[in-house]
């Protein structure tokens, strides 16, 4: 090899920024918008760690500059996050980035100064100058990087090829979110200066990706709008669930008018969401179907009608969207059960985050002893790894709460402790998780510690509000806190929202009657509950009719619970009171119990 200077190369996280129209600006505007921008940049959470932790290299040019972060992909992403946030309170400061990882090298300017160089920065430059002002354009080397996260994945919208210097074609992804970025497409795209790819961006995991196509509609500008606003809005919707990966809309619109399987195929995407809209007169009629584009199947489909003239047009985009997410996405919809099925034999050490939260879901469709414990044996084999996610130590804490208070064989004084821990470690590696949020709430209410159960009740819930099974379960722990109104509410717009809701959610209005003595309305409600194996519903049928003097079905529920549990009488203050400690509503159940014939020890 000839001779050459010992340059020392390392892989670089390169975010290169610049003030777009900057050179048409006066020399005192130049300066003034260099001095904000420089200020914006140092402000921001990212730089200052990266600084601290001597992980950040800067590199000035005349309008922005370029920042290397040594540590990882994900930092010059977080950091222009940040940047295009605050730039939201500078509508004056047109800014642009591009990012890319590469190899860089530190150098010794004519100047004696230390300065960067290497492919990595200019790449990142050649990145940059393919957006506008607002936009955060990625390498594809950074998109394969990101796309594998939940927390990312959903932010990415490929755009094809672009051509840059020499003729060079680069593949660009645009990263925006509601908060930062700009979704417009890049001037330099819209004018044709763009190739489509072969593939949009690499599915490492195909099982969780779904993709969400345009509804046909009659063509009218009001029906295109709104069917270009309802697949936006389900989009958006579904991309609030951490287990699900979804294509962005600009990726799915650079492969229009192809059919769903070629499509999917390309965007790597297992399922697709679909549906038509049709207009009479002030009425519409919005269909949705659920496909498996693997197998062909469909999954689900159902049909919405609404009159224009009850509601406006926004209201009835909000309600539909709502109601196809939900009912498509939550843990007890029906993307989760097909999801399930793919994953159902793979061994936990091959477990992705979104896997534990489906583990979860498999074992809460029959909430049993042994359920429990084959689901404890399998976080306890994983436990052995360094590298748990916050869903494994969100379905630890929820598999302790659960033993704890359902009485389950296996609980100790301990049970609530360990929870705690899981569910906030949980929180600590992602508190953006509803599902570690979640078990964080639930941990902090059957530790009976409601000035804390609230706040994270509310913050979990705020996570995702089309989650109905979130809101089920908190709305009704809030009911058991004695807010019988307002978690009835709220369980109740989780029933509205996805008609195959569990049984179990029917208890929030149940508590709701019994609380106001209204027992036949209570006894309605627990003949709707479907949770097998469990004690609570008859329970209710006992105590309701205890209280109503109906003497033979009282004691006939007496029987079927002392035929669960022959020793029931003697710990049913402990079953009771896990639930009931702050509703007011024990010793009314345990009156009804005794009217229906059942023992209780007065020291039970």
């Known amino acids: 090899m000839p001779d050459s200077p010992d340059i020392k190369f390392e892989i670089g996280h390169v975010l ?16 003034e918008q260099i001095q904000k921008l420089r200020d914006i940049v140092r402000g921001t959470e990212q730089f ?39 730039l939201r309170s500078h509508p004056e400061l047109k800014v642009r980035m591009g990012i890319h990882s590469g190899p860089v090298n530190e150098i010794t300017d004519l100047n004696e100064q230390a300065n960067i160089a290497g492919a990595g920065v200019n790449f990142a430059q050649r990145v940059m100058d393919c957006g506008d002002a607002g936009h955060i354009l990625l390498s594809k080397r950074v998109a394969d990087d990101l796309a594998p996260y939940r927390q990312w994945a959903s932010y990415l ?27 417009a497409m890049p001037e330099k795209f819209s004018q044709g200066e763009v190739r489509k790819s072969e593939k949009i961006i690499p599915r490492r995991d195909e099982a969780h990706w779904i993709a969400v196509l345009p509804f046909k509609n009659a063509g009218d500008s009001e029906m295109v709008s709104f069917a270009d606003g309802l697949s936006e809005d389900i989009t958006t919707g579904l991309s609030r669930f951490g287990y699900l990966s979804v294509v962005g809309s600009a990726s799915i619109a650079q492969l229009k008018g192809e059919d769903y399987k070629a499509l999917a195929e390309k965007l790597g995407a297992r399922y697709v969401l679909q549906g038509s809209i049709r207009k009479g007169g ?22 919405y009608n609404r009159d224009l003239q009850a509601s406006t047009i926004f209201d009835a985009q909000d309600d539909i969207a709502a109601r196809i997410v939900a009912t498509v996405a939550d843990g007890y919809g029906v993307l989760v059960h097909s999801i399930r099925e793919t994953t159902r034999k793979k061994d936990e050490v091959n477990f992705t985050p979104a896997d534990w939260q489906f583990e979860w879901f498999a074992y809460r469709e029959q909430i049993t002893p042994a359920s429990l414990g084959a689901l404890k044996n399998r976080l306890e084999r994983a436990a052995q790894s360094d590298n748990c996610p916050a869903e494994y130590w969100a379905c630890l804490a929820q598999a302790l709460v659960d033993e704890h208070s359902f009485d389950f064989p296996g609980h100790d004084s301990t049970s609530l402790d360990r929870a705690l821990t899981a569910a906030r470690r949980g929180v600590e590696l992602d508190r953006a998780n509803q599902f570690a ?6 941990t902090h209410f059957f530790r009976q510690d409601l000035a804390a159960f609230h706040p994270a009740a509310e913050r979990a819930m705020a996570l995702n509000p089309l989650n109905s099974d979130a809101l089920g379960i908190l709305g009704l722990q809030i009911v058991h806190t004695g807010q019988f109104e307002r978690g009835t509410a709220i369980v109740r717009r989780a029933m509205e929202l996805n008609p195959n809701h569990a049984g179990w959610m ?16 209570a006894l309605a409600c627990a003949n709707r509950v479907d949770v097998p194996g469990l ?69 039970a």
């Open 16 to 31: 290169f920024i610049d003030i777009v129209g900057y050179s048409k600006l006066f020399i005192n505007e130049q300066s």
């Open 282 to 303: 002030s009425n519409i009629r919005v269909t949705a179907q659920l496909v498996d584009a693997h197998t062909g199947a469909q999954l689900w489909a159902d049909t």
């Open 535 to 603: 004690f609570w519903p008859f329970l209710v049928m006992a105590s309701a009719c205890g209280h109503l003097g109906r003497k033979a079905k009282a004691e006939a529920a007496v029987r079927d619970l002392l035929a669960l549990d022959p020793e029931f009488a003697a710990h049913v203050r402990y079953n009771v009171g896990t639930w009931h400690f702050a509703s007011g509503l024990m010793e009314p159940i345990l009156e009804g119990l005794r009217k229906a014939g059942l023992s209780i020890p007065a020291s």
């Open 506 to 521: 029917h208890f929030a209005p149940l508590w709701n009657y019994f609380h106001r003595g209204e027992y036949e309305e």
């Open 437 to 442: 949020m979640v078990a964080l709430a639930q």
């Open 157 to 183: 919208h490929s755009l094809g090829e672009c051509e840059v210097k020499h003729g060079v074609r680069i593949h660009i992804v645009n990263f925006y979110t509601d908060e930062a970025g700009n979704a």
């Open 48 to 86: 200052r760690v990266a600084q601290a932790e001597g992980k950040l290299l800067r590199l000035p040019t005349g309008d922005g500059g370029a920042l290397v972060f040594r540590d990882s992909p994900e930092a010059p992403v977080k950091c222009a996050v940040q940047i295009s946030q605050a």
